[in-house]
């Protein structure tokens, strides 16, 4: 099966060299892209396509911001190529899981991230939820009726949840450390309505490693995308949780990375459409290389039962909850 990256210079131009998310983390990002790789330009979100999960308040608020530079919050900020580089962002995801649906792994290299931002709201250095514009125009136009997203960054995936928290065509699972930003993602956070027990939580204790991350994988999320059966998968693909990424107290390895993806390759037994979010320690772009190597067949395994007593309470607390 073939693999294709996303990615071109157009996302180092969101850009404050001071600050965590700059334009140096695509570098970083990049370095771990395999050079067999096929490379697909970027392409721009339509604004209409930001609002089917963005309310049209927001998008107006972002494009005036961006007349100049501004922080949004204590974290997010935006400059005058902001706008432009979160639409081409959006896009992009969007044409990452295109290619999956027409039978070829894609990961989508870009910024900035996506999964905090609200359907009102930027946050967590995120601008438009880039993972959740990309599913809901696939869903809009018919290219796919269920769509499972699973997030592996650090912290909670806590905008696109909000997005689809009502919706039942879409499977939103999340692994995260527990407390941390934005402070969500608690194991009773399922889901309303027509998508009560389509939202599923994993909030991990600090210090987690792949046998923990593993265990919710095989008992949790691999079974409930299996029970699912979506046309689709969507990563969140955030490699903060690494051990020497000073933003979280995860422990895991480069080479885990490629274990989760091979685990939801398993579980999909399709192509699968990645997106980048966080990853700011110095081992990133191995974590990439891995997951590439994941995406090209190369097998990862990962043994569970060192897994500690805390996450195997998880587990079973995850088990009684939604309709997996």
Known sequence: MTCSVITGEV???HDLCSHAECGERLTIAR?????GARALDPVPARIDDLMLVHVPQHVRLLQELSRGMHYIDQNTYITPESFEVAL???GSATAAGERALDGEHCFALVRPPGHHAEPDRAMGFCLFNNIAVAAAVLLQRGDADRIAIIDWDLHHGNGTQKIFYTDNRVLFGSIHQVGIFPRSGWVDEIGTGAGRGYTLNAPLRPSATIHDYALVFEKVFCPAIKRFSPDLLMVSAGQDPLADDLRGNMKLQPEDFGVLTRLLMEAADAP??????GG???????AIRHIFRA????PYRAATDRARPSTHHLVRSLKKVGIF
């Open 88 to 90: 081409y962002a959006a």
């Open 31 to 35: 370095s771990g892209v395999p050079p």
């Open 295 to 298: 995406l090209a067949n190369k």
């Open 272 to 277: 699968i459409a990645l997106v980048l979010e």
């Open 280 to 286: 700011y320690g110095p081992s990133h772009g191995e």
């Open 11 to 13: 996302f180092a131009r």
